[in-house]
């Protein structure tokens, strides 16, 4: 069993940054890790992955604003955010999902990012 805890969340101004991060309990090198986002009366959206082997993938939404890294050795995944727009503020929550042979299928409990002046 894995836990996921995203942090990094807080309120910024329009054309801010943020970081967040999602540490894992125990090594999520073999898993994919997905960004999500929610904001309040929307279905929960997908933002991004970075796979097991280091590849990204983004929402066009998203795309050129938000990377996405990985810290092999901390068990930790980022999403770096940048000119930050009012229509990204959203509760963020991160998603491993091991690949084979692997197993597993991991949430975090999300972290509230507000963008607005």
């Known amino acids: 069993q894995v836990q996921l805890v995203e942090s990094g969340g807080g309120l910024v101004q329009p054309g801010g940054s943020l970081k967040l991060a999602c540490a894992a309990s125990g090594s999520i090198s073999s898993f994919n890790v997905g960004w999500y986002r929610q904001a309040p009366g929307k279905q929960r959206e997908w933002v991004g992955l970075i796979t097991n082997v280091g590849v990204t993938n983004y929402a066009d939404s998203v795309k050129g604003r938000f990377t996405i890294s990985r810290d092999y050795a901390k068990n930790t995944a980022f999403l770096q955010m940048s000119s930050l727009k009012p229509e990204d503020t959203a509760v963020y929550y991160c998603?491993?999902?091991?690949?084979?042979?692997?197993?597993?299928?991991?949430w975090g409990q999300g972290t509230q990012v507000t963008v607005s002046s």
């Open positions: 998603h491993a999902v091991g690949v084979w042979p692997r197993r597993g299928d991991y």
